[in-house]
């Protein structure tokens, strides 16, 4: 991919929206579930969750096609300013050949996730050009440390994060 091909999403601030959706699996914690997106209120986000959001799932955060137009909602959605994910899972590779990626370019968004995500983030990169962010999802985000967590959401405001260098012994 040529540099000018390149797509940067645009940086977040104080009061920008952020989408979770569940391409893969459901909600399976519902206190982790809550304190990330306490975490991300924290912050200083909003958070929306799409129109037909449902825990209640098997294996599965719904069918294939109800997790898709979950996906699309939030991206015709123009409150939101990025899309994390709720968690990965098995499934996103069901999806990922039917993702509107003329949307995608038409209006960038951050896209946060790991796990089964990299497949999706990784599709969305190669086929757009878009920089896409390989992070936690929004069940993961009370795990990291106080560091990784500001280096995050340094990341996500465009920021450069310092880090300290050690020397390894």
Do not use: W
Not at 35 to 49: C, D, H, M, T, Y
Not at 75 to 81: A, E, I, T
Not at 122 to 148: F, K, W, Y
Request: net charge neutral.
């Amino acid at each position: 991919m040529c540099a000018e091909n390149i797509i940067i999403p645009p940086r977040l601030k104080k009061g920008s929206c952020i989408g979770l959706f569940t391409p893969a699996g459901p909600v399976r914690d519902q206190r982790r579930f809550e304190a990330g997106i306490s975490l991300l209120r924290e912050q200083g986000f909003r958070v929306k969750l799409p129109p037909d959001f449902d825990t209640s799932h098997g294996y599965l955060a719904g069918t294939d096609d109800v997790r898709l137009e979950s996906l699309h909602a939030l991206l015709y959605d123009n409150d939101v300013d990025a899309l994390m994910a709720v968690r990965g899972g098995f499934g996103c590779l069901r999806i990922i050949d039917r993702i509107n990626f003329e949307l995608l370019v038409a209006r960038p968004r951050q896209l946060i996730g790991f796990s089964d995500l990299t497949v999706l983030l990784n599709s969305i990169s190669q086929r757009t050009g878009m920089i896409t962010v390989h992070g936690p999802v929004a069940t993961s985000l009370i795990d990291g440390s106080r560091e990784t967590i500001e280096a995050f959401f340094a990341l996500l405001a465009g920021q450069q994060p310092r880090y300290n260098e050690r020397k390894q012994i």
